[in-house]
């Protein structure tokens, strides 16, 4: 991991709290609630982390979420994720959950939204991390079910930014969500989604008539020129996750991922870490493959990678700004002894 990659201010703004449940936490978890895993040990859960596609992480993704039971759970997670987000110095991070993948298991939404959201207040007066909440709709259900995720979690309103969409890509288009979506708009709930990470171009666009802020993951755009033509005029992020693409073999090599000819083109490509917990990389590591070794970046267009995470978040303009001082602050004091 580069001295840049590591020391630059940075926000994180594709991140499962789910997908941070490192297996040592995993098993102290289910010692506490009484859950049996179908693993032995710690070593024999990582083994388990041998994935061919998305569907193969998802399995094992929702397996795990069987030890998350309690409100303080939730919180320890949540905790434990913002702890190694500062290590690589991320200075605020916008955090998805799955409501869903926990009540239906029977686990109370206050347990969830509340959990998680006293973990992110931990984060704010300990961490110094500032932080959102996004509540997800799972795509592999249905669009009526996603609209009453989002009446659930209407009592916690004040605790969450915005709503996205996860899950099974493929034959899952964003258009099925359109109800959740506008319902989200009216509730004026900012909007993301994940798109063409195994899906189409087209998904993308769907994403953008339903009214997306950002684009989670995105990798297909690159395959539509016209899209890629919007973005850029439009500035609407991707937030890209280079070494989960890697893990789920999205790409075949870290230097075939589309994210430098995306930059080149002026979209506003952001790095993030997704499910850093499984993939094996947080934000830092993410980053540290955009250099010359990895992706062939230049120092500059890493520091651009690194301002547009403080753009493309919902952070007031003044904190956006105060982030982008420091962050050019520190790139030139790097940059200076090159």
């Known amino acids: 991991m580069t001295d840049l990659a590591q020391a630059l201010p940075k926000a994180e703004l ?7 449940l490192e297996p040592e936490l995993m ?3 289910a010692e506490r609630n009484g859950v049996e895993l179908p693993y032995p040990d710690v070593d024999a859960v990582k083994a388990a982390y041998d994935f061919n596609e998305l569907q193969d992480f998802l399995d094992v993704y929702y397996a795990a979420c069987d030890v998350l039971r309690t409100r303080q759970d939730f919180r320890d997670l949540a905790v434990a994720s913002l702890e190694r987000a500062v290590a690589d110095n991320v200075r605020h991070a916008e955090v998805f959950c799955d409501p869903r993948t926990h009540t239906a298991r029977g686990i109370a939404m206050d347990a969830v939204i509340g959990g998680i959201s006293d973990g992110l207040a931990e984060g704010r007066d300990r961490l110094a991390i500032s932080s959102q909440l996004i509540i997800c709709f799972l795509r592999h259900l249905s669009g009526t079910e996603a609209v009453q995720t989002l009446e659930d979690a209407l009592p916690f309103a004040e605790l969450w930014t915005g709503v996205g969409l996860d899950s099974s890509e493929r034959g899952n288009p964003p258009s099925g969500f359109r109800d959740a979506y506008n319902r989200a708009g009216e509730l004026g709930k900012r909007k993301v989604g994940h798109a063409g990470e195994e899906g189409p171009p087209a998904y993308v666009w ?6 997306w802020e950002r684009i989670d993951h995105g990798n297909a755009s690159i395959e539509d020129p016209e899209l890629v033509d919007r973005l850029s005029a439009q500035r609407i992020p991707l937030t890209m996750c280079p070494l989960s693409n890697l893990r789920l073999k999205v790409v075949n090599g870290i230097d075939e991922h589309p994210l430098p000819a995306l930059l080149r083109r002026g979209v506003a490509v952001t790095v993030n870490s997704d499910d850093p917990a499984y ?4 934000i830092g590591a ?19 990678v690194a301002r547009n995470s403080f753009e493309a978040s919902f952070l007031p303009a003044a904190a956006k700004q105060r982030h982008i001082r420091e962050l050019e602050e520190t790139a030139a004091r790097l940059l200076s002894t090159r």
């Open 27 to 29: 098993f102290e978890l």
């Open 279 to 282: 993939f094996g990389g947080y």
């Open 14 to 20: 594709h991140l499962h709290i789910e997908g941070t």
């Open 206 to 211: 769907e994403g953008l008539e339903l009214g």
């Open 286 to 304: 993410n980053f540290a493959v955009l250099g010359e070794d990895g992706m062939g970046l230049s120092d500059d267009e890493i520091v651009q």
